[in-house]
């Protein structure tokens, strides 16, 4: 195969979504400018990802990753490079969800992690309940149209007998200390532990238990992050060591000891994970890939609860009250829907958060918080998973919704195939 003609076929994926407004001659495999693998964004609002925004952007991907950015008449636009004009468009990153549960079994997890992918996740972390090789096994691999995945592997907890088997049960230190152990020699991305008696149904895990832990765990150059419900459990939690918890603090609102105790270990990350806040909403935008009767179900079923509002309101207060000091706020869903991450983006700008603030947690912190250094900003260096928006989210932010690409390494999805089938399977 020619190098024109690999060059065409490149670009020939990379543009499918625009096709109709890239020049001809961009794409010629005939014509007599140089052959590049590059292609030229141009025009975009970029949501850079770090806090800032480039109006009137260009960017250029070549291979998989960004390989300029910047304002119009900034980025050197190469010899031969295909030119798409996104004019109208804002850009961001794709998102990094650092709480969610996948499958683990390979053919469900695939499905999973390409979904996600369909409504914009760059990256997934499975946190606890995997079992088998396929989550560690998948790590490594590049999945055709599908999303990044890491894994806690098993997570660690007291004995819930009647719920999930699959985390290690314990119930002495030496048994903690096996467990990360074997985690470590399983080379496990994260630690996840529960410190939670699910409404006086179990005894909880203990300072002592955790404590060794988290003790054990960084002695392997482990993190570990905590689901946690009580205040009570956050203060001892963050006296012991712990690196992040994975849902805010539930029972109460914090206090000045709490706070003062994130103070000492400041680096400690908060992914909220705020439950639904208890309004009624309707799943129309959901029509890429769930059927119309699915949809008609949830929008019937969706209603406003009070109690959930007022579950909603202490996590929204918590929640803000750390973002306002400064602590650095991750981002996550829990559970395994694939396009829950458009409705926690605008659960936390319900609770308080601006959507500028908000997209920074979902791309360049989480990216940083789990370890994933190529994600979270278009910036040059950086691997080429964005999505392409209809709308600005920095004036709604349900407007990540509005989805019109999405890339990842440099590919664009094929998101309309994707969906065909999506679809399918919903109705089957």
């Known amino acids: 195969m020619s190098g024109v003609s690999s060059r065409a076929r490149f670009v020939a994926t990379v543009l499918a979504p625009f096709a109709l407004v890239v020049s001809a001659g961009a794409c010629d495999a005939g014509s007599d400018a140089p052959a590049s693998s590059a292609v030229a964004f141009e025009g975009a609002r970029v949501i850079v990802g770090d806090g800032s925004v480039i109006e009137d952007a260009v960017f250029v991907v070549d291979g998989d990753g960004f390989a300029q950015v910047g304002a119009a008449g900034e980025a ?120 939670d ?76 994970n705020l439950p639904g806040p208890g309004v009624a909403e309707t799943f129309d935008w959901l029509s890429g890939t769930v059927s ?54 605008a659960d936390m700008v319900r609770a308080g958060m601006s959507p500028a603030d908000v997209i920074v947690a979902a791309t360049s912190t989480s990216a940083e918080f789990v370890g994933a250094g190529a994600l979270g900003t278009i910036a040059a260096g950086k691997s080429a998973d964005f999505m392409v928006l209809d709308a600005n989210p920095l004036d709604d932010i349900t407007n990540t919704r509005a989805i019109s690409a999405v890339y990842l390494r440099g590919v664009a999805l094929d998101r309309e195939g994707m969906g065909e089938r999506f679809r399918a399977a919903d109705s089957g």
């Not at 019937?300 to 750390?322: K, P, V, W």
Request: no cysteine; proline share 4%.
């Open 197 to 272: 008696d699910r409404g006086g149904q179990y005894e909880r895990l203990s300072p002592e238990l955790y404590g060794a832990v988290i003790d054990e765990a960084h002695a392997h150059g482990l993190r570990v992050t905590a689901h946690v419900f009580r205040l009570e459990d956050a203060k001892g939690l963050l006296r012991a060591g712990v690196d992040a918890f994975a849902h805010g603090i539930r029972d109460m609102d914090i206090d000045d000891e709490l706070v003062e105790l994130w103070r000492e270990r400041a680096h400690v990350v908060l992914v909220p």
């Open 76 to 195: 050197e636009i190469p010899e031969g490079a295909a030119r798409v004009d996104l004019s109208g468009k804002t850009v961001m990153p794709a998102i990094v969800n650092a709480h969610f549960h996948l499958n683990p079994e390979r053919e469900a997890r695939t499905e999973q992690l390409q979904h996600s992918a369909y409504y914009g996740t760059a990256l997934a972390v499975s946190l606890g309940l995997d079992e088998g090789e396929a989550s560690f096994q998948m790590r490594d691999e590049v999945l055709a149209d599908g999303a990044r995945s890491q894994t806690a592997g098993r997570g660690i907890t007291s004995p819930e007998p009647g719920r999930s088997e699959v985390p290690h049960w314990v119930t002495t230190e030496e048994e903690a200390r096996a467990a990360v152990r074997e985690l470590a020699a399983q080379q496990v991305d994260i630690v996840k532990i529960w410190v």
């Open 292 to 345: 119309a009767e699915r949809i008609a179900e949830m929008n019937e079923g969706s209603t406003d609860r009070l109690q959930a509002q007022e579950f909603f309101g202490i996590q929204a207060r918590n929640m803000m009250r750390l973002h306002g000091e400064g602590f650095p706020v991750s981002f996550g869903t829990d559970g395994g829907s694939p396009w829950a991450v458009h409705q926690e983006l």
